[in-house]
Structures are given as C-alpha cells and as structure tokens.
C-alpha cells in the first residue's frame, strides 16, 4: 500500500499521541489522530489531488478529503465536496466554522461506531468536544 505524506503524518500521530481515547476496538489499519484540547477550526482546501477539509488548532493540525471525527466511540462523517464545500453528518459548514473547546456536537441518526470505520479510513478524536448522542 502506498501511502501519502498526510498518511504518514495521520499515522505519526497516532502512533505517538500521548493519550488514547479511541476504544481498542478500532481496526489498527484505521489511522487514528487525537487534536489537543483546544478550539478546531474548518478550512475548505485546494489541493492538487482535489478539495479536502483541514482541522487545525493552535498546535496541531489534519487534513483529508474525508475524515470521522468522534470521541472514541462515535465516528461521524466530515466531508469535503469537490464544489460545495464542507460538510458534517450531510450539514453544510462554512470556511472559519469552529468546534469550540467544551462545544456539544449533536449527532444525528446513521452515525457509525468507531469500531466500524474500515482500514484507511482517517479517524480524528476531538478530547475538548462532547458528542450528543440522538434520543431512542
């Protein structure tokens, strides 16, 4: 498998995060990036092999074309389409929107588990974001 360089950055930091929230049921192929506590902020990004999303805080940063975003045991779908923009759970954001530290975000229903994410997929735990699950 040929990786690209943001593989090899994702899987860096996964592989020497200081703290795991992800549960052990992820695949081990699924590469897994904790961003510190801090605000995230959105950046809708051409790059040459297209459109992708990018996650940066003050101190770090991910970016992809698709990427989960979750706390461990929920991964939600971060998205960004090629001439629309970014979008989350099928939610247009705007260039600039944030997840603020200490933010709830409402998870709607068809979520996936984080135990379901596939080999290859990008998996980003956000420590400083809560996540609401839908009520039954």
């Known amino acids: 498998m040929k990786m690209t360089g943001f593989a090899v950055f994702a899987l860096m930091l996964a592989l ?6 992800v549960a052990d049921t992820v ?3 699924v590469f897994q990036v904790q961003l510190p506590r801090e ?7 051409e790059a040459r092999s ?3 999303v990018k996650m940066e805080t003050e101190t770090a940063a ?3 074309q698709k990427l989960y975003v ?12 090629s ?8 939610v247009k954001y705007r260039q600039g929107d944030q ?12 979520f996936k588990q984080a135990a379901e994410l596939k080999p290859g997929d990008v998996y980003v735990t956000l420590p400083g974001v809560a996540f609401e699950l839908p009520k039954k």
């Open 50 to 52: 297209g459109f992708t």
């Open 83 to 90: 001439t629309q923009g970014i979008y989350l759970q099928g």
């Open 39 to 45: 605000d995230v902020t959105l950046f809708y990004v």
């Open 62 to 64: 991910v970016e992809g």
């Open 16 to 21: 020497f995060s200081p703290a795991s929230t």
């Open 27 to 29: 695949d081990g192929r």
């Open 99 to 110: 997840f603020k530290n200490g933010a709830t975000i409402k998870v709607l229903a068809g």
């Open 70 to 81: 979750g706390d461990g045991k929920v991964a939600i779908d971060l998205v960004a389409h």
